[in-house]
């Protein structure tokens, strides 16, 4: 009697390995993680904390950087593929491109976007669920002067003359402070994306080629990038391209999108 048991549950334990491997093998592949190819000129590699990174450095005095959210037509592009084919096929290729804060299953921003000084969505100052609402959040913004800002969005109300502005969160470093929420080596991790500024003419954005936790993910922007405030973008959809092909990511849902193109124009 013992044996029928035993080898009944030995069937039926195969029979489940067998059903997940099944279950498993017809699940959506992820979509590729590009990890290869020259990287564009602001941009580099470089390792922290045992973490790949891929850096860029944008001087505004050079280049110009924007956040975008929707087309001509109105709707949201909805990718970084989306988006860049959209700036060629206009005439305005980007230099980089990356998901540029958190949005709504239809895409649209969870908080601020304002676009060539119209504001499209509001600040969200709400208290809620999620990495969006782990205050202080804040907002990455680019003044009609040119300059960057990365501030928490609280202060966001007294700024005036804003060209482009994405809210996200939660900040990463606060004057030279990581996020006080943050533990140094979370359990939490993504693949994730950032933007930091230092001084008004220099923005860094970053982007993990592994999973990270924020608080070495902060630690990056400030130790190592000398940023002394910075903001998370996201997580898991994080992705940078350089116009015309990945860089890391794959074809991830975007919401808003920041992008950089040069100042000089184009040479025939």
């Not at 982007?207 to 910075?230: E, H, K, T, V, W």
């Amino acid at each position: 009697m013992m044996k029928r048991r035993y080898g009944a549950a030995i069937l039926i334990a195969i029979l489940l390995v067998a059903l997940a491997l099944a279950w498993w093998s017809r699940r959506p592949a992820p979509p590729p993680l590009v990890v290869g190819g020259e990287l564009p000129a602001p941009c580099r590699d470089i390792g922290f904390e045992a973490v790949s990174y891929v850096v860029c450095e944008i001087d505004l005095r050079a280049d110009a950087i924007g956040v975008f959210h929707a087309g001509a037509d109105g709707k949201p592009f909805g990718s970084l593929q989306a988006f860049d084919k959209a700036m060629a096929g206009e005439g305005r290729p980007v230099l980089l491109a990356m998901n540029g804060g958190m949005y709504h299953q239809d895409l649209t921003p969870v908080g601020l976007l304002v676009e060539h000084g119209v504001q499209e969505s509001p600040l969200n100052l709400a208290d809620g669920e999620g990495n969006f609402f782990l205050k202080p959040n804040g907002v990455f913004l680019i003044g009609k002067d040119g300059k960057a800002a990365v501030m928490e969005a609280s202060a966001y109300a007294a700024t005036p003359d804003v060209a482009f502005a994405t809210q996200s969160g939660p900040m990463l470093v606060i004057d030279g402070q990581i996020h006080p929420r943050f533990e140094p080596n979370g359990t939490s991790r993504y693949i994730r994306n950032g933007v930091g500024v230092r001084g008004g003419n220099t923005v860094v954005l970053a982007i993990s080629r592994s999973a990270i936790s924020l608080g070495s993910f902060a630690r990056l922007f400030r130790d190592a990038l000398g940023c002394p405030n910075a903001l998370f973008l996201d997580g898991a959809v994080s992705a940078l391209s350089d116009g015309e092909r990945m860089i890391v990511g794959g074809n991830y849902p975007a919401g808003p999108i920041i992008a950089v193109s040069s100042k000089k124009p184009a040479t025939e």
